[in-house]
């Protein structure tokens, strides 16, 4: 791939859009050679929206709810993202299952509040993964950013970077000390595939360290 100056990237999201805005931070701080070209909400009323509308940001909104199944749910997705044209989807707290078209393979990203392939999978998502790790006693977590295929959780990993489990954790402090890594590690993940720097080779996932 070739060295990029700014990556075009869609976002897909189900909430609040804290991850958005922190993808917008990092762009407007000139930490992330990025344009967000348009933003995809699957919940009406996602607070996400309105982020992306203070910043001038085009929005749509595909109810998951309105659709009888996944397939049907993706094609109206794939239709709005097509229509923003971007190089990259970026999968922000988006929690719905979404069917990847072949021209996609490795052209979405996810963040994932634990280290995969631990606490994942269908109804791992936002704080019922936080509340698992505690429930399971585990002594570190993390953040993992991979390549999204059609399964939960399970595309080849871009990025992963640990947290520790504290003695006192609650599922709210532990969710804090996780989402404070993952504003950091998501941004660098999409700034090394804006750079040109990420190769898939199968589940293995290479990143050039010198382009010099
Ligand atoms: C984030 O913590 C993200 O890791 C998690 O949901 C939160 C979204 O917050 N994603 C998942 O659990 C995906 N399986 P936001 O809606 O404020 O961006």
Redesign the pocket.
Known sequence: MMTRNSLDIAVL????????QNLIDQIEQGRLDARIVGVIASRAGAY?LERARKHAIPTATVLRKDFADTPTFSAAVWAQIRAYDPELVV?????SLLDVPDDFANRIV????ALIPAF?GKG???HH?HEAVLAYGAKITGVTVHFANAH??EGPIILQAAVPVLEEDTPDSL?DR??TK?REVYPQAIQLIAEGRVAVEGRRVRIRQDME
Request: hydrophobic share 40%.
């Open positions: 999201l189900s909430g609040s859009g804290t991850t958005l996400g999968m922000a707290g988006f929690m996810n963040v994932h509040p994942c791992m998502y936002g993964v939960y959780d969710a996780v989402q993952e």
